[in-house]
């Protein structure tokens, strides 16, 4: 019975995941274009999130900044979830939906992305990291799920809505995890072509 439960958790994920793959292809390809605009004009990418998305914006970041599995120079990404002074005191001295967004204003430069993770697309911090970076003139790259929330409506025609076809939390992330891979991936052929066999 425990092992009929785990199977179906693989075989829903799974499921999920080749019902997105048309729909969320042109989406991501649009981020990509946006990230490797950005970051070939000497720009960065902000990314945030919370909980499981804030994993998922350290994971990000982490592979930009390192590498995904190409060796490269390191490119230019912050999560910014990561530096606890900041978040504390800004939680402390304004409020928890400005964590994000006060560092969007101090350091996001026009031309930058801001890689925005919310799976039900209405966290408050995060919608305030959007609204910061459009009077920065950053490029937003929204990831969420269900029908995108309150994410949809403030998104602009230059913006990326990459939205997961799914109410379920747990599947919104394991899509989001590989909508990150391809994105890596993605960016990694536009920098460096083709990798030869060895």
């Given at each position: 019975?425990?092992?009929?439960?785990?199977?179906?958790?693989?075989?829903?994920?799974?499921?999920?995941?080749?019902?997105?793959?048309?729909?969320?292809?042109?989406?991501?390809?649009?981020?990509?274009?946006?990230?490797?605009?950005?970051?070939?004009?000497?720009?960065?990418?902000?990314?945030?999130?919370?909980?499981?998305?804030?994993?998922?914006?350290?994971?990000?970041?982490?592979?930009?900044?390192?590498?995904?599995?190409?060796?490269?120079?390191?490119?230019?990404?912050?999560?910014?979830?990561?530096?606890?002074?900041?978040?504390?005191?800004?939680?402390?001295?304004?409020?928890?939906?400005?964590?994000?967004?006060?560092?969007?204003?101090?350091?996001?430069?026009?031309?930058?992305v801001l890689l925005a993770i919310t799976t039900s697309g209405n966290s408050a911090?995060?919608?305030?990291?959007?609204?910061?970076?459009?009077?920065?003139?950053?490029?937003?790259?929204?990831?969420?799920?269900?029908?995108?929330?309150?994410?949809?409506?403030?998104?602009?025609?230059?913006?990326?809505?990459?939205?997961?076809?799914?109410?379920?939390?747990?599947?919104?992330?394991?899509?989001?995890?590989?909508?990150?891979?391809?994105?890596?991936?993605a960016v990694d052929l536009q920098l460096l072509g083709e990798q030869e066999?060895?």
């Open positions: 019975m425990l092992e009929q439960r785990i199977q179906q958790q693989f075989f829903d994920s799974a499921d999920l995941k080749y019902a997105a793959a048309e729909l969320l292809s042109k989406p991501i390809a649009d981020a990509v274009s946006a990230v490797v605009g950005c970051i070939t004009a000497g720009g960065k990418v902000l990314a945030c999130g919370n909980g499981g998305s804030a994993s998922d914006a350290q994971h990000f970041a982490a592979e930009f900044v390192g590498r995904f599995e190409r060796e490269r120079p390191g490119l230019a990404a912050i999560a910014l979830t990561t530096d606890t002074s900041i978040l504390t005191a800004i939680g402390n001295d304004y409020d928890f939906n400005s964590i994000f967004a006060k560092q969007v204003q101090a350091l996001g430069s026009p031309g930058d911090n995060v919608l305030a990291a959007v609204e910061a970076a459009h009077a920065k003139e950053m490029t937003v790259v929204a990831l969420t799920g269900h029908t995108g929330g309150k994410m949809r409506g403030l998104l602009l025609e230059t913006d990326v809505h990459i939205c997961v076809p799914h109410e379920r939390t747990a599947r919104i992330q394991e899509v989001h995890i590989l909508t990150l891979h391809c994105l890596c991936d066999d060895t």
